[in-house]
């Protein structure tokens, strides 16, 4: 019954779900023969079906070459990734690991079967992802090598060191997903079908990356909690708990919810950022590929604002919104549209007593006349206000009616 009241609730993302579900889709994403490719490369985007579902969907959009140079790329970062993630691998194994996971990209047999993770595959299957990854250019090689050492090396850095500060929490972000952000806006440059300052420009290609590095760890408490994983700073949730895991507990939800918040308006402050990168880009696959998951971020970011659920579950945006926002995200001008949307629906859920209020309002705001600078934002009391009076006025019209009718005076 939830469910269906759901799914009424929103007619729109249910009618774009079962239109993507019959076959819709490949009016929108295209998806390309792999019939042609080698062997070991079609099991490379089967890794990336099983390891990243939405991204094996995104890099369809792009032209083939790069498409095969981004599977490559995610796969790789994956790899990497997995070691770091995997806490049954002592520090003593896992620490020169990452220091040394780009040197392996040049050794035709490195594979490593020690992982518990559930992306183990892409480790234990390395040597079929190293042997595609020497049949790409050298241009795309390059970039591929040289962002999974500085990855690498600030992954083993973070293992030994925790978030203390914002300035800790965003270092980290940047270690973790900056360098990817960096990573593919060269693969963009590279491959001839974006202007070099794409890849040139790094505040703004990092600033992609961190953005859905910190969106993932602010949705992601609960679950890293359960895997022993601190990954929110310290300089925040300490001025809330003694403890980040004491956020979860009943008695502390309010000041849980206050700290995610402030959380989410240090996230905030990225946008800005994302919407001149993503006004730069020229291709329409390479704009979709970056401009879907930052929209489908902000709405994680919308959904989990002022929400205590996200102390006790991981929070998804429904697939019919999912799907509504690959179809909607193919300019920049939709883009902010769909940006200033879920800025309102966070505006008008800022509690007045939060003590990041005055903060959210001001950045929500900024970003609002980024992307329509004619309209103004009000917060929810002043729509609930005029509702109610609307409400009443009707009723009293109503009610005049039939007392008209029922005497028999209306004409």
Same mark, same amino acid.
């Given at each position: 019954?939830?469910? &269906?009241?759901?799914? &009424?609730?929103?007619?729109?993302?249910?009618?774009?779900?079962?239109?993507?579900?019959?076959?819709? !889709?490949?009016?929108?994403?295209?998806?390309?023969?792999?019939?042609?490719?080698?062997?070991?490369?079609?099991?490379?985007?089967?890794? &990336?079906?099983?390891?990243?579902?939405?991204?094996?969907?995104?890099?369809?959009?792009?032209?083939?070459?790069?498409?095969?140079?981004?599977?490559?790329?995610?796969?790789?970062?994956?790899?990497?990734?997995?070691?770091?993630?995997?806490?049954?691998?002592?520090?003593?194994?896992?620490?020169?690991?990452?220091?040394?996971?780009?040197?392996?990209?040049?050794?035709?047999?490195?594979?490593?079967?020690?992982?518990?993770?559930?992306?183990?595959?892409?480790?234990?299957?390395?040597?079929?992802?190293?042997?595609?990854?020497?049949?790409?250019?050298?241009?795309?090689?390059?970039?591929?090598?040289?962002?999974?050492?500085?990855?690498?090396?600030?992954?083993?850095?973070?293992?030994?060191?925790?978030?203390?500060?914002?300035?800790?929490?965003?270092?980290?972000?940047?270690?973790?997903?900056?360098?990817?952000?960096?990573? +593919?806006?060269?693969?963009?440059?590279?491959?001839?079908?974006?202007?070099?300052?794409?890849?040139?420009?790094?505040?703004?290609?990092?600033?992609?990356?961190?953005?859905?590095?910190?969106?993932?760890?602010?949705?992601? !408490?609960?679950?890293?909690? +359960?895997?022993?994983?601190?990954?929110?700073?310290?300089?925040?949730?300490?001025?809330?708990?003694?403890?980040?895991?004491?956020?979860?507990?009943?008695?502390?939800?309010?000041?849980?919810?206050?700290?995610?918040?402030?959380?989410?308006?240090?996230?905030?402050?990225?946008?800005?950022?994302?919407? %001149?990168?993503?006004?730069?880009?020229?291709?329409?696959?390479?704009?979709?590929?970056?401009?879907?998951?930052?929209?489908?971020?902000?709405?994680?970011?919308?959904?989990?604002?002022?929400?205590?659920?996200?102390?006790?579950?991981?929070?998804?945006?429904?697939?019919?919104?999912?799907?509504?926002?690959? %179809?909607?995200?193919?300019?920049?001008?939709?883009?902010?549209?769909?940006?200033?949307?879920?800025?309102?629906?966070?505006?008008?859920?800022?509690?007045?007593?939060?003590?990041?209020?005055?903060?959210?309002?001001?950045?929500?705001?900024?970003?609002?006349?980024?992307?329509?600078?004619?309209?103004?934002?009000?917060?929810?009391?002043?729509?609930?206000?005029?509702?109610?009076?609307?409400?009443?006025?009707?009723?009293? &019209?109503?009610?005049?009616?039939?007392?008209?009718?029922?005497?028999?005076?209306?004409?």
């Amino acid at each position: 019954m939830e469910m &269906l009241k759901n799914w &009424l609730g929103h007619p729109k993302e249910l009618y774009n779900l079962m239109w993507f579900w019959m076959g819709g !889709y490949k009016t929108v994403i295209p998806k390309k023969n792999q019939d042609s490719l080698s062997k070991s490369l079609q099991l490379c985007y089967q890794h &990336l079906e099983q390891t990243g579902p939405v991204f094996a969907i995104l890099v369809q959009l792009l032209n083939e070459e790069l498409c095969h140079a981004v599977c490559i790329f995610y796969l790789v970062l994956r790899a990497l990734d997995t070691v770091e993630d995997d806490m049954t691998i002592s520090l003593e194994t896992k620490i020169p690991i990452l220091h040394n996971f780009h040197s392996y990209l040049y050794q035709p047999d490195w594979q490593f079967m020690g992982s518990n993770d559930k992306d183990k595959q892409v480790l234990e299957e390395f040597p079929t992802i190293s042997l595609e990854f020497h049949k790409l250019a050298k241009a795309y090689q390059d970039v591929i090598a040289d962002t999974c050492l500085k990855m690498g090396l600030g992954m083993a850095e973070f293992l030994e060191k925790k978030v203390e500060s914002n300035e800790d929490w965003d270092e980290y972000c940047y270690c973790a997903a900056g360098h990817l952000g960096i990573g +593919l806006s060269q693969l963009f440059s590279a491959s001839m079908l974006e202007d070099p300052v794409v890849g040139q420009d790094t505040q703004l290609a990092s600033s992609m990356g961190l953005f859905l590095q910190k969106v993932n760890i602010i949705r992601d !408490y609960h679950e890293d909690q +359960l895997e022993g994983r601190d990954f929110w700073p310290k300089e925040v949730w300490g001025k809330y708990v003694q403890k980040m895991s004491d956020l979860a507990k009943p008695q502390n939800l309010d000041k849980g919810v206050q700290c995610m918040n402030e959380l989410i308006t240090n996230a905030l402050h990225h946008i800005p950022n994302n919407l %001149m990168y993503l006004s730069r880009l020229k291709n329409p696959g390479v704009f979709s590929f970056c401009a879907i998951p930052q929209v489908r971020a902000i709405a994680i970011l919308a959904a989990c604002y002022n929400n205590p659920q996200v102390f006790q579950r991981v929070l998804k945006i429904r697939k019919g919104e999912t799907v509504t926002l690959m %179809m909607d995200a193919t300019n920049i001008q939709a883009v902010k549209a769909i940006v200033c949307q879920y800025m309102e629906k966070i505006y008008k859920k800022i509690p007045s007593m939060d003590p990041s209020s005055c903060k959210t309002q001001k950045i929500i705001t900024s970003i609002c006349f980024l992307c329509s600078p004619e309209k103004a934002l009000s917060p929810q009391t002043h729509y609930v206000s005029i509702y109610m009076s609307c409400l009443v006025v009707l009723g009293a &019209l109503a009610w005049q009616y039939l007392s008209m009718v029922s005497k028999g005076t209306y004409t």
